[in-house]
């Protein structure tokens, strides 16, 4: 049995020649299916402010009803990514990367139509379950297409298309905002992935393993349930400014038992959806969990900037896109280039500086306010970015060589369903963080205002702003207490996100490889890989 450390381990047969000569166009495809993938989250988040403004310029959405927008989306992609690398595994990873790339397409035109933020959010978890089987195909498909020694450069480019995404997102956002209504960001996905599929079917090869395991629809269950249980209790507790709530306490408890339940069940089984066998490897295991703390500390400092620069610096949705932009240069600079750092300095020095580099701009964010320069913030995402390369692509090439190239579609679910995790708790956690701490400070400013009207301008600054419109000059004063109980909401959200990041650098330190092995033994278990192959 191949266990996680072996990072010799037989890789499967050699990339047919023929597949070998246009694998770098195949990459190409799989990152245009990858962009919309990322594309997607991206852009809502420059949206997030206009789907809470009132009919008919947005949907009126809720704090709460915004968080689940984006979470209905990651916890549906999280919760079937193991089935999705299951199916993609004994079906054909190009026959799940078409099937998820046509639902993902669909749930996009019917989000664009949404009449309200239920739909929306029903619509989002449509395009969640084509995202499923579109990102972890993308992965297996690269590994079976690319001989190991050129793996690592070829993830690197991935993981720079995932910045690629993240700076189109926002800016293409944005300008869709400005000129079209808010429909028009989900709309934007239909050309994408007809042009996707048109050259996937062209150019893709069908991979799969040829020893499947059979699918666990019980495990599915289990993990969904306990997800969305534990991540609910989460936004219910945010909301109502009361963790000790006995309805959130009940949610929580629930979620993390059923989540328990599942990690028994997949132990036992004999064709679980994740071998949990494999969480007994320390360095999978921190590579497994510094993926999942980065993409915590993104969604969440995202999730708050996008009001930080729209309600607090009053810039436009195109403006918003355009200054997140160094955070997603960076990532599109260094991941493709993070390979060379991790060649001289080891996967344990440069992980671990990514993530200290992330906690001290996550722990910046504490610093600003309403006339900070622009330009710190600009600074602040740029090395934000520059962090999360040198973390996202060495961690992303411990995980995927760690298993047999069969199994890549497993492995490559693993890795995506603690990236959604993280992303999903980072803005269920970190959202209700700002929604308490802006409520606890906005509270004693709202005694004026009618019983009706003062739960409602409690829940975010968009709604104590739409309060203070809609009451004309009595609202004015309002408008100061706002901005600074967000800012303060903000200081206090970052700090926690900075703590999470603090800890995420504490395991890849204590677990993480250091520096690479000599040329001499390097070669050798090349020569070894391919002899096993």
Do not use: C
């Not at 997030?48 to 916890?75: D, F």
């Not at 595994?89 to 009449?115: P, T």
């Not at 109502?240 to 009940?250: E, G, I």
């Not at 409602?456 to 309060?467: K, N, R």
């Amino acid at each position: 049995m191949t266990t996680p450390a072996d990072p010799a381990a037989p890789t499967g047969p050699r990339v047919p020649e023929a597949v070998h000569r246009r694998r770098w166009a195949i990459l190409g495809v799989l990152m245009l299916s990858l962009l919309i993938v990322v594309l997607d989250n991206s852009i809502l988040n420059v949206a997030i402010k206009t789907i809470s403004t009132p009919a008919p310029t947005g949907l009126g959405a809720t704090q709460s009803e915004l968080e689940w927008a984006i979470n209905a989306y990651t916890l549906v992609f999280a919760g079937l990514l193991f089935t999705a690398g299951l199916l993609g595994d004994r079906l054909g990873r190009k026959k799940v990367l078409l099937g998820g790339l046509a639902v993902f397409g669909i749930g996009s035109a019917l989000a664009a139509f949404s009449g309200s933020p239920g739909e929306l959010i029903i619509f989002r978890a449509v395009m969640g379950l084509g995202a499923a089987f579109v990102m972890p195909a993308t992965l297996a498909v690269l590994m079976n297409v690319f001989e190991r020694e050129e793996q690592p450069k070829a993830i690197g480019i991935w993981a720079g298309g995932v910045g690629l995404a993240i700076a189109i997102g926002p800016i293409t956002g944005g300008a869709l905002l400005d000129h079209f209504w808010w429909g028009s960001v989900f709309l934007v996905n239909v050309p994408i992935v007809l042009l996707a599929l048109a050259l996937m079917l062209w150019l893709v090869p069908d991979s799969r393993d040829p020893h499947p395991g059979r699918i666990d629809p019980v495990g599915v269950v289990l993990s969904v349930v306990g997800l969305v249980l534990l991540v609910y209790g989460i936004i219910e507790g945010g909301q109502h400014a009361d963790f000790t709530d006995v309805t959130v306490l009940a949610a929580i408890g629930a979620g993390l038992a059923v989540l328990v339940v599942f990690v028994v069940f997949e132990k036992r089984s004999d064709h679980p959806s994740i071998d949990v066998t494999y969480f007994r490897n320390k360095v999978f295991s921190a590579a497994i969990a510094a993926i999942a703390l980065v993409f915590f500390a993104l969604m969440g400092v995202t999730f708050f900037s996008v009001f930080y620069t729209q309600s607090v610096r009053g810039y436009s949705p195109l403006q918003t896109g355009l200054l997140m932009l160094p955070l997603a240069a960076a990532q599109l600079i260094f991941a493709p280039r993070a390979r060379l750092a991790v060649d001289r300095f080891g996967n344990k020095v440069t992980t671990t500086a990514g993530m200290l580099v992330i906690a001290a701009m996550l722990a910046a964010f504490a610093t600003l306010d309403a006339r900070t320069p622009i330009w710190i913030l600009e600074v602040i995402f740029f090395l934000m970015g520059t962090g999360m390369a040198h973390i996202m692509t060495p961690v992303s090439v411990v995980i995927m060589q760690a298993l047999p190239r069969e199994k890549a579609g497993s492995a490559s679910a693993l890795s995506n369903t603690f990236r959604q995790v993280g992303g999903a708790l980072g803005v269920a956690v970190l959202g209700s963080v700002l929604s308490t701490a802006y409520r606890t400070g906005i509270e004693g400013k709202l005694g004026a205002l009618p019983p009706a009207l003062r739960h409602t301008a409690g829940e975010s600054i968009e709604a104590t702003l739409g309060v203070a419109d809609g009451l004309g000059r009595r609202g004015e004063s309002l408008v100061a207490p706002a901005y600074d109980a967000f800012l303060h909401a903000m200081h206090v959200t970052a700090l926690w996100g900075a703590g999470i990041a603090l800890i995420g650098a504490v395991v890849v330190a204590l677990f993480l490889p250091g520096r690479p092995r000599s040329p001499q033994r390097t070669q050798g278990d090349k020569e070894l890989s391919h002899t096993g192959s």
